[in-house]
């Protein structure tokens, strides 16, 4: 921990000091709003609150909040020079958001002296219902979460999206959740006014994940058996193409069509300029009132789940 927040720190000198470059540094957590497995139980709801201070306060808040680790984590310490060090070094929070989840109060636990240990709750992330992790009202409360604590920073959502595997197991579509998510951020910066400015999809290839190539993510299949590695667009690929040109707001005439010709996207939007890799758009969208959100595809290899 004490590392990862030096190199930070000491990056950002780097690149705005030493090296005198334009651009910004930032910080990328994957965060899940969590609710209480018994709304009506004051554990569960605490065993909820205190979740989301272990998965987001304890990497956010020394940068971008208090300057401290929050309470639960408070037998980390933290010296004066490492907190002056640290805190307001970043000018955005990246977020990548995936599911919202229901947590319910342990007091005794059986894992392994760590982290989950000394969480005392149990995250319920295989429910009868799998639409239900999903929800996309979890997106909103997400951001409204930072908005309040972090004094409404500039956010981007790093990444979001779903497996084939995941979707076979009972979850929407990748289509349906890119729709589902990109709505509720477009509704907060309309609406709640969020400061968020990206919004990025994992991925745009079937990528390595911790078990290889099981669980397909990307926007684009890759034929690995072919020596010559075929790739194909999908039908979420379509589907997002269309929702870059529509600046998150499909025309009544313009809704994609999910029978899709797989045919290779190869030609740019019409109205953003978007890159197919971690660099950002250089030009911002502006939706249908004064909100601007860069939507954009990231492709990585992704080394957790």
Known sequence: MAVGRLTHSLTQCSLTHSLRLVGQVGISVSAMWTEPADPRDPADVEAATRNMEFDLGLMVDPILGIGNY???????????????????????????????????????????????ADKHLTLQLSPGNRSSLYNPSGVRKLLRHIRDRYNNPEVLITETGISKQETARGGPTRSQLIDMYAGEVLKAIELDGFHVTGFTVRSLLNSFELNGYQDTWGLFSVNFTDPQRHRA???????????????????????????????PVTHAPRHPTVSCSS???????TSMSSAAIVFVVFEFISFYQ
């Open 279 to 285: 660099d950002r758009a250089v030009e911002p969208m």
């Open 233 to 263: 667009a999908k039908p979420s690929a379509d589907h997002y193409r269309m929702l870059i040109e529509n600046n998150g707001f499909f025309k009544p005439d313009a809704m994609p069509h999910v029978t899709s010709t797989h045919a």
């Open 70 to 116: 929050p309470s639960p984590a408070s037998l980390l310490a933290m010296d004066h020079d490492d907190r002056q060090q640290i805190k307001g070094t970043a000018d955005f929070l990246g977020v990548g958001v995936y599911v919202t989840p229901r947590v319910q109060h342990l007091d005794v636990v059986t894992a392994h002296v760590g982290i989950q």
